[in-house]
């Protein structure tokens, strides 16, 4: 789940959509028309090094054309629109994987394909979003939970109290996660008593009301994304929102936000899997599996995550992670994965009742 946070990555990031037009434009080529073989990948923004893909190209003998976007939703649309022709291997997240199942947008695998299979760890192997891996592989994994502004906060529960409560926090500025807001709904719900994965509309609807009216208190700035919002912490403008790990372990490695912390509150958070998939039409499934098993070799998969600072689904890779992926802010501790979950799955009319509500509270 990557997103860009400041104003330079957001100009870097306007460059890289027009390469990206570009880019699709390529891809739209019939992949004999390509000079040689052509992966083409449909990835988020920076989200894996230009020398992992350089050893890649060497080892398959091909060229790879990366083309991006900002959102699943985003994803989705560009495969509905013929993209699932035009794109090899994409990297969908976990709790959006149902639909894209559900929609009949991505293929099922044939595990004999990608004998690296056996390398990931075992709790990655069979997970709810994806029963018996039939059709994703795990790329990285990160966590959900609230990055705060060390000098204006300096004692908090490990608690979503911490956004809901006004008056745990009556003056710092603070902001919720936007986007698709299942995170934002299962912390509501998480607060008001029900499980963080809440699955029913009375309890989507109690938890709607509650960030509707915290939408109303002084202090709150608005919704943001993950990565977004500690870009806003780490400048000050915002003393307390909702983040990834991964976010705050890549401002901790370039020293720009060591006045910030990161906590996972108790009633529940969400763990996600940034996963690989094959788009149903894929132009070459053969070369969308090589790469998917080079991802999940031991060497590749060290490479990713040691680059991406988020977590590795890779038990093989582990002797070869750099200390700061072993520390509890990649990796939780035993009693911390404990509250740690899965969003469920939605998809037909359960999605369309939760995105009303969600849309319901955006307009709110």
């Known amino acids: 789940m990557k997103y860009r946070s400041d104003i330079i990555k957001r100009i870097v990031g306007s460059v890289a959509l027009i390469g990206s037009v570009i880019a699709g434009t390529m891809a739209m ?198 990565d977004p919002a500690m870009g806003q912490i780490k400048k000050g403008t915002i003393a307390i929102g909702m983040t990834f790990n991964g976010a705050v372990a890549e401002c901790y490695d370039d020293k720009s936000c060591l006045n910030s912390g990161y906590l996972l509150p108790k009633q529940g958070s969400e763990i996600w899997v940034d996963t690989m998939a094959i788009p149903k039409s894929a132009p070459d499934p053969k070369l969308a599996y090589d790469f998917i098993n080079f991802i999940l070799s031991a060497k590749a998969g060290a490479e990713l995550s040691n680059y991406n600072l988020y977590g590795s689904p890779n038990a093989a890779a582990g002797p070869m992670l750099s200390d700061e992926l072993k520390k509890p802010l990649i990796k939780p501790n035993a009693m911390q994965m404990k509250y740690l979950h899965f969003l469920p799955a939605l998809a037909g009319t359960k999605l369309q009742t939760f995105n009303a509500i969600w849309t319901a509270v955006r307009q709110h």
Request: net charge positive; aromatic share 14%; glycine share 8%.
């Open 29 to 226: 080529a019939p992949p004999a028309q390509a000079a040689g073989k052509t992966l083409y990948l449909f990835n988020w923004q920076d989200y894996i090094g230009k020398g992992l893909i350089k050893k890649y190209e060497a080892h398959c003998g091909c060229t790879v054309v990366q083309t991006y976007y900002d959102s699943n939703s985003a994803l989705a649309a560009k495969l509905k629109a013929g993209g699932d022709s035009q794109y090899d291997v994409i990297v969908p997240s976990s709790y959006y994987v149902p639909q894209l199942i559900h929609e009949g947008l991505i293929a099922k695998l044939d595990k004999k394909e990608i004998p690296n299979f056996r390398n990931l760890a075992a709790k990655f192997q069979n997970p709810s979003y994806d029963p018996n891996d039939e059709y994703t592989m795990p790329y990285q994994w990160g966590t959900t939970g609230i990055g705060y502004l060390k000098t204006k906060v300096t004692s908090l529960p490990e608690s979503w109290a911490v956004l809901f409560d006004p008056k745990l926090n009556p003056s710092y500025p603070f902001a919720l996660m936007g986007g698709s807001g299942r995170d934002t709904i299962g912390a509501a719900c998480a607060y008001l008593g029900y499980r963080f994965t809440c699955n029913k509309k009375s309890e989507w609807i109690k938890a709607a009301k509650l960030i509707e009216k915290t939408e109303k208190r002084k202090n709150f700035t608005g919704f943001v994304d993950g």
